[in-house]
């Protein structure tokens, strides 16, 4: 019987063998949101420095996460449909 050893690091636990997972459309959005978050920082911070105004930086970085998380979790719903560099789960499980 094969037994899956996971270093636990939090709420990360990465096993030291894959394991068989699907990808959920609550995962989608839990990962879109959280990396858009950092990417609207980025983008707000970048618009307030060229501008120099707050209002309209502010603006701009979240019309730009709102337009980025729909775009994104379309992405990651279209890939979760693709085979390619998919591999074919064991006949069994343990």
Do not use: C
Not at 23 to 50: C, D, N, P, Q
Not at 58 to 79: M, P, S
Request: hydrophobic residues 40%; positive net charge.
């Amino acid at each position: 019987m094969k037994k899956y050893h996971t270093k636990s690091i939090g709420i990360l636990d990465m096993p030291s063998e894959k394991k068989t997972m699907i990808e959920t459309h609550f995962r989608s959005l839990a990962k879109a949101l959280s990396y858009r978050a950092t990417g609207t920082i980025v983008t707000g911070t970048t618009a307030w420095l060229f501008t120099g105004s707050l209002d309209l930086a502010a603006k701009i970085g979240l019309l730009d996460a709102a337009i980025k998380i729909l775009v994104f979790y379309a992405h990651e719903r279209f890939w979760n449909g693709v085979n390619f560099g998919k591999q074919k789960p064991p006949d069994y499980q343990i």
